[in-house]
C-alpha cells in the first residue's frame, strides 16, 4: 500500500463548524487530489494540486478550501460545515513507474448534524 | 457528460469461479490510461491494474486480467479462481493527459462461499 494518510477517520460535528481534514505523504509526490464520495457514486474531484503553492479547483463545485505550503501536506478546509457536506473525502496522490497511477489514503468519513 | 460508465451496481460469483466486471468509456483521445481500483468495505481504495491505450496487449496480474477494446472503448475486469478477499467496490477510471482522473460509478462485487 502507498504511504499516503488521512486524519481523522471518522469525525462527527455540528453544523457552522470550521474542519480541516488532513493528508499528507511520504512518496514525495508533485501531484495531489481532494475527492468526495458518496454510496453507489463516482468519485467527484473537488481540489487538486500540481505542486507547492499550485492549487485548482475540480469539477464538483464545492465550499472547500486547500493550501499546498509543503509537498507532502494537502489540507482541506470547511470554513462552516454543513449536513450536505456528510460524506467520504478521499485524499490521493500519483506515481507508479511512469507517474501515472493515483494512490489513495483510508478516507475521512464526515457526519454533519 | 459520463465519461466513464460501469453498468453492473451490483455483481455476484462463487468462490473460484470466474468473473468479469464491465466498464465502457468516452474520450477522443488516443493516448490515455485506464485503470481498475478496488475498495474493500471501510478500506482503503488500491489499485488492482493499469493499462495503456497504445499498448495492444491486455493487462495482466496475477488473478486478474483486462480484455481491453480500444475501438469499441471497452475496458472489462476478469477476476479468476474468485476469493473471498475478491468481495469489494471496484471502480474503473481514465485517466486525460492534463492528470485528471474520472472515475465510473462502482461495481460491488459479493463473493459466495
Known amino acids: 500500500e502507498a504511504d499516503i494518510y488521512q486524519t481523522p477517520r471518522y469525525l462527527v460535528i455540528g453544523t457552522g463548524k470550521k474542519i480541516t481534514l488532513e493528508c499528507s505523504q511520504t512518496m514525495g509526490h508533485d501531484k495531489m487530489y481532494w475527492y468526495q464520495q458518496d454510496p453507489g457514486m463516482e468519485l467527484h474531484l473537488i481540489h487538486y494540486?500540481?505542486?507547492?503553492?499550485?492549487?485548482e479547483k475540480g469539477d464538483l463545485s464545492s465550499e472547500s478550501t486547500v493550501s499546498r505550503i509543503r509537498t507532502e501536506h494537502f489540507p482541506l478546509t470547511l470554513e462552516s460545515a454543513r449536513p450536505s457536506h456528510t460524506s467520504q473525502y478521499l485524499c490521493?496522490?500519483?506515481?507508479?513507474?511512469?507517474?501515472?497511477?493515483?494512490?489513495f489514503g483510508p478516507g475521512t468519513r464526515l457526519l454533519v448534524l | 457528460a459520463q465519461t466513464v460508465t460501469q453498468s453492473q451496481p451490483e455483481m455476484s460469483v462463487q468462490e473460484a469461479e470466474t468473473v468479469t466486471l464491465s466498464c465502457t468509456y468516452d474520450t477522443s483521445e488516443s493516448d490515455y490510461y485506464l485503470f481498475w481500483y478496488k475498495q474493500p468495505p471501510s478500506r482503503q481504495m488500491i489499485l488492482v491494474i493499469r493499462?495503456?491505450?497504445?499498448?495492444?496487449q491486455n493487462a495482466t496480474e496475477n488473478r486478474f486480467s483486462v480484455n481491453f477494446q480500444k475501438a469499441a472503448k471497452s475496458f472489462s475486469l476478469k477476476i479468476s479462481d474468485s476469493q473471498l478477499g475478491d468481495a469489494a467496490m471496484y471502480f474503473c477510471?481514465?485517466?486525460?493527459?492534463?492528470?485528471?482522473?474520472?472515475f465510473g460509478t462502482g461495481t460491488s462485487l459479493t463473493v459466495i462461499p
Open positions: 490521493a496522490s500519483i506515481g507508479g513507474p511512469g507517474g501515472e497511477t493515483q494512490y
Open positions: 493499462q495503456e491505450a497504445y499498448k495492444q
Open positions: 477510471a481514465y485517466r486525460r493527459g492534463s492528470n485528471q482522473f474520472y
Open positions: 494540486s500540481y505542486g507547492v503553492n499550485s492549487t
